[in-house]
């Protein structure tokens, strides 16, 4: 399995932008799906957006119209692009591989995750 490297993480003030970068040691181009997901204290893991092969994405509610989640196959790479942050959106951000999805409902098949990057929005 690849191992992933996230970066990017920082502090910003609300309504500021950063993009965080995952870094994959191996190759990203035949996994199902790849994510970002975050974790506040005192909060479950969530799922911030994810992308397919495909180029099919798909959003937390909280972040619909403000984050972008893309993948470069050629680089290894998986960017998530935050706008208009909000202090609601400090959390440890986590890249993940997903292998396929299983179950009924369907849910995701992790493979690996990084270390996660700190993300702190002050109001």
């Known amino acids: 399995q690849v191992q992933l490297q996230e970066s990017g993480g920082g502090l910003v003030q609300a309504g500021g932008s950063l993009r965080l970068v995952c870094a994959a040691t191996g190759s990203i181009s035949s996994i199902h799906a790849m994510g970002w997901y975050r974790q506040a204290p005192g909060h479950q893991r969530e799922l911030v957006a994810l992308?397919?092969?495909?180029?099919?994405?798909n959003y937390g509610d909280s972040v619909k119209g403000r984050f972008t989640i893309s993948r470069d196959n050629a680089k290894n790479t998986v960017n998530l692009l935050m706008n208009d942050l909000k202090p609601e959106d400090t959390a440890v951000y986590y890249c993940?591989?997903?292998?396929?999805?299983?179950?009924?409902?369907?849910?995701?098949?992790?493979?690996?995750w990084g270390q996660g990057t700190q993300v702190t929005v002050s109001s």
């Open positions: 992308i397919t092969l495909r180029g099919v994405t």
């Open positions: 993940s591989s997903i292998l396929h999805w299983s179950g009924a409902p369907a849910v995701p098949v992790f493979g690996s």
